[in-house]
């Protein structure tokens, strides 16, 4: 009697083909999965500012991450290379490095594991290797510094969200042109330097003239969603004053201050600065009016001369290098209107004038870069004329897309009669002019007290837009 054959389920089970088809899909498995191997570089020098590592090639703006023999890790990124050498310019301090170090380039969410003097971590693209910096709304009311960690008491930060920190450049034609009038709450601006919503602005002005205190103003009184503050190089005991006594509980709960003093080191500073750019690009894509407050353009300019110099980048201006004309450029023009109804970044940079002097460098190639400056000067300061902005050297240049002509006709009479007088004042104050022998004078004689108290204001003092335009109306009615 012939043995029952075996189902053909089971011998198509048992076929050549199926096992080889079995195999091949665990092997396709085993790929998705796989981690590939990345090779570790070591410290060979460290010279000031500068780290130098071999056994790695990586893209300069790559992340990486030192280790100490203490186990406490330093980060670092790359910031230029010569032959096999990596020149790495550290985000935090760096004591405790040795000879030897191990460098490994950063990878979000990766797995260290020493193996055989190698480390397993998931493959990443190289183009994805640039610094990842957390955003989202839930940093609204939170302080942070400039790799985004928080500086507050409120615990680690519940982001899931993570952008480049350096974007890409917004194509010009893309932009929706500024057509909206910004109320900043000050009377000056308001009425005389009109500032449009996607304008970017400098407050040139020394040391101790008030830039401070005005930002504070634009920043409790500015109509916008939110409001991104960076404190870049300024003093350390500023942030806190910035945040209790200028934003209070309700400013800073529709705001997001990124900090990074004037202690940290420059990279830290460079960061921090473009951190708050992302923050502010990020609700701008949401569609929401954002106000940048950087203090101060000068300071991220200085954190880029010290790494320039110390990787051995020639001085050209005044001891800065050309890197940082072409950094400048690359940071102000992440600011400013988004696509045609969508949100919008209206930021207002401050540039310290050293000794007064507006042709500095900085003050020189931030004027032609921006849309508009606001002069603060020491003369007005000291006769206690707040704030002390100087109407003459100051001008906005979108304000002619801005307001009707009446009233830009009216905006150019303030500055013809204020100048006027100013120009005479020498003459007027020792008695050495005759009245009627320039009917401008004479008008702008007459009326130079109320132009003087016009562009004074308290601190606490809030000054709608459309209250300013009858202010300045009846002026001359």
Request: with cysteine.
């Amino acid at each position: 009697m012939e043995a029952a054959s075996p189902p053909a389920e089971t011998l198509l089970q048992d076929t050549p083909i199926t096992r080889w088809r079995d195999y091949l899909r665990g092997c396709a498995e085993a790929v998705e999965t796989a981690r590939s191997w990345i090779v570790t570089g070591r410290l060979t020098r460290v010279a000031g500012l500068v780290m130098e590592a071999v056994g790695l090639r990586l893209a300069v703006g790559s992340s990486c991450v030192v280790y100490l023999p203490d186990g406490h890790e330093v980060d670092a990124e790359v910031v230029g290379f010569s032959g096999d050498k990596l020149y790495l310019m550290p985000s935090t301090d760096v004591y405790g490095l040795a000879p030897g170090a191990r460098v490994v380039p950063a990878e979000p969410e990766s797995l260290h594991l020493p193996v055989f003097g190698q480390t397993y971590i998931p493959h990443r693209r190289s183009e994805d290797r640039g610094r990842q910096v957390p955003v989202g709304h839930e940093l609204l009311g939170r302080i942070l510094d400039g790799t985004g960690r928080p500086l507050d008491r409120f615990g680690p930060l519940a982001v899931e969200r993570r952008v480049p920190l350096q974007s890409r450049p917004f194509n010009p034609l893309n932009r929706a042109p500024i057509r909206d009038v910004l109320d900043v709450g000050v009377r000056a601006i308001n009425a005389l330097l009109t500032v449009g919503r996607g304008q970017r602005m400098g407050l040139f002005a020394g040391s101790g003239v008030g830039k401070s205190i005005l930002l504070g103003m634009m920043a409790r009184y500015t109509s916008a969603d939110v409001i991104v503050v960076g404190l870049i190089g300024e003093r350390g005991r500023e942030v806190k004053e910035f945040i209790e006594n200028i934003l209070g509980e309700e400013g800073l709960a529709r705001s997001v201050v990124v900090a990074a003093p004037a202690d940290t080191p420059p990279l830290q500073r460079l960061h921090g600065a473009a951190y708050a750019t992302a923050i502010a690009e990020f609700f701008r894509d949401e569609g929401m009016n954002v106000l940048l407050i950087m203090d101060s353009l000068t300071r991220y300019a200085m954190a880029q001369r010290e790494i320039a110099l110390a990787i051995g980048e020639p001085p050209a201006t005044k001891g800065y290098p050309p890197s940082v004309f072409a950094k400048l450029p690359q940071l102000v023009e992440r600011a400013g209107n988004g696509r045609d109804g969508g949100g919008s970044i209206t930021a207002f940079y401050t540039v310290l004038t050293e000794g007064d002097d507006q042709q500095d460098p900085i003050a020189d190639s931030a004027r032609a870069i921006l849309d508009g400056h606001v002069v603060l000067t020491r003369a007005l300061s000291d006769q206690g004329h707040y704030p002390a902005i100087d109407i003459e050297a100051s001008i906005s240049r979108a304000i002619t897309e801005l307001i009707p002509q009446a009233e830009l006709d009216m905006v150019r009479r303030f500055k013809m009669l204020y100048s006027r007088y100013q120009r005479n004042r020498d003459l007027i104050n020792v008695g050495a002019y005759i009245k009627g022998s320039d009917p401008l004078l004479d008008e702008a004689i007459a009326m130079y007290p109320r132009l003087e108290a016009f562009l004074q204001q308290a601190i606490h003092q809030q000054e709608g837009y459309e209250g300013c335009r009858r202010q300045l109306a009846e002026l001359f009615s």
